[in-house]
T-cell receptor, first 115, second 113 residues
Framework: ETGVTQSPTHLIKTRGQQVTLRCSSQSGHNTVSWYQQALGQGPQFIFQYYREEENGRGNFPPRFSGLQFPNYSSELNVNALELDDSALYLC??????????????FGPGTRLTVT | DAKTTQPNSMESNEEEPVHLPCNHSTISGTDYIHWYRQLPSQGPEYVIHGLTSNVNNRMASLAIAEDRKSSTLILHRATLRDAAVYYCILLGGTTDSWGKFQFGAGTQVVVTP
């Protein structure tokens, strides 16, 4: 069983640019959540996708957007990058079913630096 | 959403037990208590979860107070590999809440050889 993978591992962008981060969910998982983790802080929930539809968003502006594909892989897009967007971006996959309490499996994250 | 309060850091000697407290005085009746930990340079990983009864698994034990306003994660014999940030998270019992974790700052556990 393969785990959650994310690409790229590291990324450096300039303020104002756009970035796309990718996540491959664990096999059989239909839900993916994205988190932003600033240095020294806990992860902050950005949004969640369930069966290709956005299913909840945290306190992040519309320039943060996402997609989930039929194979349950996912993308996080950030437009008009700001310096404060520098962080570790984590995706987590899980399987929603009759038993609602499924653990989430996190990827290793993408470290984004905005200069 | 109900919030959790954890100490910033705790130290332990290797092979000794570690008791990590978490206060959640505004917990609702349907909130599950989850614990995750994050090792250096890795994403968080699941440790344990519970609702009302104490829970045990191969990694840890979770002791939940009778009024559910607090809980304690117990690592029975700390190893160097247990050095991590431990997060206590409440998750609503509805599918609408599912997977939308509200992480706090967590507790940094330091294990000394």
């Amino acid at each position: 069983e393969t785990g959650v993978t994310q690409s790229p591992t590291h990324l450096i962008k300039t303020r104002g640019q756009q970035v796309t981060l990718r996540c491959s969910s664990q096999s059989g998982h239909n839900t993916v959540s994205w988190y932003q983790q600033a240095l020294g802080q806990g992860p902050q929930f950005i949004f969640q996708y369930y069966r290709e539809e956005e299913n909840g968003r945290g306190n992040f502006p519309p320039r943060f957007s996402g997609l989930q594909f039929p194979n349950y892989s996912s993308e996080l897009n950030v437009n008009a990058l700001e310096l404060d967007d520098s962080a570790l971006y984590l995706c987590a996959s899980s399987s929603r079913g009759r038993d609602r309490v499924y653990e989430q499996y996190f990827g290793p994250g993408t470290r984004l630096t905005v200069t | 959403d109900a919030k959790t309060t954890q100490p910033n850091s705790m130290e332990s000697n290797e092979e000794e037990p570690v008791h990590l407290p978490c206060n959640h005085s505004t917990i609702s009746g349907t909130d599950y208590i989850h614990w995750y930990r994050q090792l250096p340079s890795q994403g968080p990983e699941y440790v344990i979860h519970g609702l009302t009864s104490n829970v045990n698994n191969r990694m840890a034990s979770l002791a939940i107070a009778e009024d559910r306003k607090s809980s304690t994660l117990i690592l029975h014999r700390a190893t160097l590999r247990d050095a991590a940030v431990y997060y206590c998270i409440l998750l609503g019992g509805t599918t609408d809440s599912w997977g939308k974790f509200q992480f706090g700052a967590g507790t940094q556990v330091v294990v000394t050889p």
